[in-house]
C-alpha cells in the first residue's frame, strides 16, 4: 500500500507562501527531476486558495490551448457552456480581463503544471505570456507558477537570458531528492539500518519512497517492489528512460557499463562498443536528467584522470546493479528466492556508498551545528596517489574549511563487524594526505559498533566522534 502522506518540503512552502502574501506579481519557477514531488508540493500548496491549474499534455497545440481554455473559463463561470478560444493569447487576455472586473483583492494563483508540454506545442507561448506579464499581469493580484519535469528545457527556455520570459520570475525552486533524514519518515518503525537501506534503494525520491509499505518488511517491499514483474520498479528505469530518450537501448547500455564499474570515457565506449562522439552526448543528457554524474574528489578536482561517472540515481543504482542478473527467475515467479540468494548476502557490499553519502550528510549537519570546531565550507570524499605507500587509495569523508584551512576526515564501514584498530589506524595515517589543511577532528562510521580498542583509542582525546547507524539518526 503506497504512502501518500506529505512529508518534508518546509522551506519550499514557506518560500512560496512568502510570494503569495506579497499581493503583487509573483511568478515561481519550479523544476526538477520525474517523481521528485512538484505537482505533490504545488497540491499542497494550493490548497485553500484560488488557483487555474492546468496540467500540460503532451500532443498537439491545439489539444493544450482547447484544455487550458476550459480549464481557464470553468474557474471564472463555473457550469456555462464551453467557451472556445482561437488562441493562447485571447486565453491569457481572458483571465486579465475576469480579474480586472472582479474584486482587486483576490488572489489568483495560476499554475501551468508540465509548463514545457505546453510551449513545445506551441513556441510563441512564452512571448505571448511575457507580453501579458509586462502589460497586464505585473500589475495584477496573479501569482504564476511555472513547473516542469523536463530540467534541461526549464533552465535553458525559462530560466535562461535567451527565453522571453527571462527576468519575469521572482523565484525559482530546483526540487531535489530527500536527504537521508527526511526519506525516515517514510518508514517510522523501521531500524536505523533498514531505514538507510530504504534510502539506499530509493535516494530519497518522494514517489519511490511511497511506494515503500512501511506496515510490512524491508525484505517483503524490495521483492514485491524490484524482484515481481507487478512491481513498480521492476521497469521503472525502462519506463523512465522512454520518458525523456527515443533509444533507450543506447541509454541503457551505457548505465549498465558504469554499474558493471566502467568509470571513465574510454572505458565506458569500450564495453558499450559505441564510439565516443555517440557516448558524450548520451552522457551529457544523462546528467542533465540526474540519473549520472561526474564525480570529481575533494581536493583533486584538477586530476581530470581522477574523475569518473557513477550512477547519481539510487534507484537506477540499485535496480543495474541486482535486477538484470535476475530477469529470468524474476520471470518465472522466483523473485523470493533470487532476492534471498542473490540480493540479500551483498546488500551491505552494496550500501558502501550510499552509507558514504549518509555519512557526509551527518558531518554537514553536524557542521553546521558547531559540533566540528569550523565551519564547513565544501565536503566530498578524497581520492588520489599515496606517495608514501606508493598505490591509490581514498577517504570516504573529507570536510574542509577554506577559510581556516582546516580539515574533519571520516572513515565508513556498513557491514556486521565492528569497527576495528585497523581502519583507525589507517584513517589517522591519510590524514597526511590532506596537503594544505590541518585536520583537526576525525570521524568514525560504522553500522555495528566498535571494537573497545577502538573506544579505548578515541576516549583518550576528543578529537574524535565515533557514530554507529543509529547515531546518526537521532541529531
Not at 495560476?110 to 506579464?133: G, K, M, W
Not at 512491481?231 to 551505457?254: Q, T, W
Not at 581530470?304 to 515467479?333: A, Q, T
Not at 581502519?423 to 594544505?436: C, N, P, S
Amino acid at each position: 500500500m503506497a504512502n501518500n502522506a506529505f512529508y518534508g518540503r518546509s522551506e519550499e512552502l514557506s518560500s512560496l507562501n512568502f510570494m503569495y502574501d506579497s499581493h503583487s506579481f509573483e511568478m515561481m519557477v519550479i523544476y526538477g527531476r520525474r517523481r521528485i514531488g512538484k505537482t505533490t508540493l504545488i497540491n499542497k500548496f494550493c490548497e485553500n486558495k484560488n488557483v487555474i491549474f492546468y496540467t500540460g499534455i503532451e500532443g498537439r497545440e491545439k489539444e493544450n490551448r482547447k484544455g487550458l481554455g476550459k480549464t481557464v473559463f470553468q474557474y471564472f463561470h463555473p457550469g456555462m457552456a464551453e467557451v472556445s478560444f482561437p488562441s493562447f493569447s485571447d486565453i491569457l487576455s481572458f483571465i486579465s480581463d475576469s480579474i480586472e472586473s472582479g474584486p482587486s483583492d483576490r488572489r489568483l494563483l495560476i499554475v501551468l503544471d508540465e509548463y514545457p508540454y505546453i510551449a513545445r506545442t506551441s513556441p510563441e507561448f512564452a512571448s505571448v505570456l511575457q507580453r501579458e506579464i509586462d502589460n497586464r499581469w505585473n500589475r495584477l493580484n496573479i501569482m504564476l507558477i511555472l513547473s516542469g519535469s523536463s530540467i534541461t528545457f526549464m533552465e535553458d527556455e525559462v530560466l535562461s537570458s535567451k527565453s522571453p520570459l527571462f527576468g519575469r520570475r521572482t523565484g525559482q525552486i530546483d526540487l531535489r531528492p530527500f536527504d537521508y533524514l527526511t526519506s525516515a519518515l517514510f518508514v517510522p518503525e523501521y531500524s536505523a539500518e533498514d531505514k538507510a537501506i530504504v534510502y539506499g534503494v530509493t535516494g530519497g525520491v518522494p514517489k519511490y519512497l511511497s511506494m515503500i509499505d512501511p506496515a510490512v518488511s524491508l525484505k517483503d517491499n524490495l521483492v514485491r517492489q524490484f524482484f515481481s514483474t507487478s512491481g513498480y520498479f521492476f521497469e521503472e528505469p525502462k519506463n523512465m528512460l522512454r520518458e525523456e530518450f527515443r533509444d533507450v537501448p543506447l541509454y541503457h547500455s551505457i548505465i549498465s557499463a558504469i554499474a558493471r564499474g566502467n568509470s571513465a570515457l574510454s572505458e565506458i565506449c569500450s564495453k558499450t562498443g559505441l564510439d565516443s562522439p555517440v557516448v558524450s552526448p548520451a552522457l551529457k543528457k544523462l546528467t542533465a536528467i540526474r540519473v549520472i554524474d561526474k564525480e570529481v574528489p575533494i581536493l583533486n578536482d584538477s586530476n581530470k584522470r581522477l574523475h569518473r561517472y557513477v550512477i547519481r540515481d539510487s534507484m537506477f543504482r540499485f535496480w543495474f546493479r541486482f535486477v538484470p542478473e535476475g530477469i529470468n527467475l524474476i520471470e518465472r515467479g522466483y523473485g523470493r528466492t533470487y532476492y534471498d540468494q542473490a540480493v540479500q548476502p551483498h546488500l551491505h557490499e552494496y550500501m558502501g556508498t550510499v552509507f558514504e553519502e549518509i555519512c557526509r550528510e551527518y558531518t554537514f549537519l553536524q557542521g553546521m551545528k558547531g559540533n566540528l570546531g569550523m565551519m564547513i565550507s565544501e565536503i566530498g570524499k578524497w581520492r588520489g596517489s599515496d606517495p608514501l605507500r606508493k598505490c591509490q587509495t581514498d577517504i570516504d569523508v573529507v570536510a574542509i574549511s577554506k577559510t581556516e584551512k582546516e580539515a574533519v576526515i571520516g572513515e565508513c564501514k556498513f557491514r556486521n563487524e565492528r569497527f576495528g584498530k585497523q581502519e583507525l589506524d589507517t584513517l589517522l595515517d591519510r590524514a597526511r594526505l590532506i596537503r594544505g589543511y590541518h585536520v583537526i577532528h576525525f570521524l568514525l562510521f560504522s553500522l555495528s559498533g566498535f571494537t573497545d580498542a577502538v573506544m579505548e583509542e578515541i576516549g583518550k582525546t576528543d578529537q574524535f566522534t565515533a557514530a554507529d547507524i543509529d547515531e546518526l539518526y537521532h541529531i
